[in-house]
């Protein structure tokens, strides 16, 4: 059907005028090569910076070392140390004000003091002290560093004082972490930056879409042709659909392929839950477009909601640590609830029965801010 302008509000969908506008979308975005590199080159290269960028792990850091004892047993300790790969021995002292200068000046990370006495107390079954000093500045180095340290000397103590011709047992503690058996911050960051990706790539090239039409002055006439609607939007937003499957995909390749990161459930599931949350990021970018008349203003304005919603998304930072009316503003951010999909996806393998919450949630969060968006966008520009 080709009604009249004044009848579009009621025509009938029309799939040729539909193709033709999608056809139109992705000549648009591949003939430039700026876009395509933005479109396919970025993710990659986004993905590979954060996934190494962002690495809360703590290796070779550097240890200073004050062994009061200077016995087999004490030496046995430092070497436990180094070989762990967490410590890497960089000075030795005599004093415990040695330890304190070296932190002080920022040398080290960690300093390691062992008093004498240390060997006799553990041949004899008794507590054996060491003292641990860490450079709180990074207060999550500290944490890692003296978590690391604390597993160190006690399994080296446990398996000294059960050793033979040493006195004791002790406790036989074995901890074992589940999905992420080493531990390893990479495993967990990747899957977060992947959903960081796709709302980014979702956002921008809808914002831009509209708002590139209004500032070369050809969004008036889209609106005074014979497209209704609900085909101009579907025609803008279907595009990009495509490009962050597509992306996506890409992006999850170069996870497994090259971060190993292990995808344990179901990818339908994954393309399922993806769906609702491109909804909301279709959503906010035709928001945007509604607020912004230039591209400058539409990047602008992006940023102003990507900061907030991934600082409160838990991708960094967990959610339970937040104070609790945040934790509350943080049931609307959908890159909160993917975040929990995505990671149970990948890392546990988890299925629509213990992710049918936050897919829900997605569902509602995209449909509600996409018809929102898209009345906005209508009164805006009709």
């Given amino acids: 059907m080709t009604g009249a302008p004044g009848h ?14 999608i056809r139109k979308e992705f000549r648009q975005m591949l003939r430039d090569p700026r876009s395509k590199r933005m479109i396919f080159i970025s993710p990659i290269v986004q993905l590979m910076l954060f996934g190494y960028a962002v690495n809360t792990d703590v290796r070779n850091a550097r240890t200073f070392v004050v062994d009061h004892d200077r016995t087999a047993i004490s030496r046995e300790l430092v070497q436990t140390f180094t070989a762990s790969g967490y410590f890497r021995v960089t000075g030795y002292g005599t004093r415990p004000a040695d330890i304190a200068g070296a932190l002080d000046h920022g040398d080290v990370v960690l300093g390691l003091e062992i008093p004498r006495g240390f060997a006799a107390d553990i041949a004899a079954g008794t507590p054996a002290q060491v003292q641990v000093l860490v450079d ?12 690391y340290a604390a597993q160190i000397i006690a399994r080296f103590t446990a398996g000294a004082a059960g050793a033979p011709g040493h006195g004791g047992t002790g406790v036989d503690l074995r901890a074992r972490a589940w999905y992420n058996p080493n531990l390893i911050s990479r495993v967990y960051n990747v899957p977060g930056v992947i959903g960081t ?3 980014l790539m979702g956002l921008l090239l809808t914002a831009l879409a509209i708002v590139r039409e209004r500032e070369i002055g050809t969004l008036e006439q889209l609106m005074v042709s014979p497209l209704s609607p609900t085909e101009l939007i579907l025609g803008k937003c279907l595009p990009v659909v495509a490009v962050c499957f597509i992306d996506l995909l890409i992006v999850t390749t170069v996870a497994m392929l090259w971060f190993h990161i292990p995808l344990r459930g179901s990818f339908a599931l994954l393309l399922f ?4 949350y491109i909804l909301s990021s279709l959503g906010i970018g035709l928001l945007i477009s509604t607020v912004s008349n230039t591209q400058q203003e539409a990047f602008m304005t992006m940023f102003f909601f990507v900061l907030p919603a991934i600082i409160l998304s838990g991708f960094m930072y967990p959610v339970e640590n937040m104070p609790v009316i945040v934790q509350y503003a943080t049931l609307a951010n959908p890159i909160r609830h993917y975040l929990v999909i995505v990671r149970g996806i990948f890392l546990k393998g988890a299925g629509l029965d213990v992710l049918a919450p936050q897919i829900a949630i ?3 969060i995209g449909v509600s801010v996409l018809w929102f968006a898209t009345t906005r966008l209508r009164k805006t520009t009709v």
Avoid: D, E, P, Y
């Fill in 136 to 147: 709180g500045t990074s207060s999550n180095t500290a944490t890692v560093a003296q978590g």
């Fill in 197 to 199: 990706i796709i709302m």
């Fill in 273 to 276: 839950a993806s769906g609702c």
């Fill in 8 to 21: 579009r509000g009621t025509a009938v969908l029309n799939r040729g005028r539909l193709w033709q506008l």
């Fill in 362 to 364: 997605l569902a509602v």
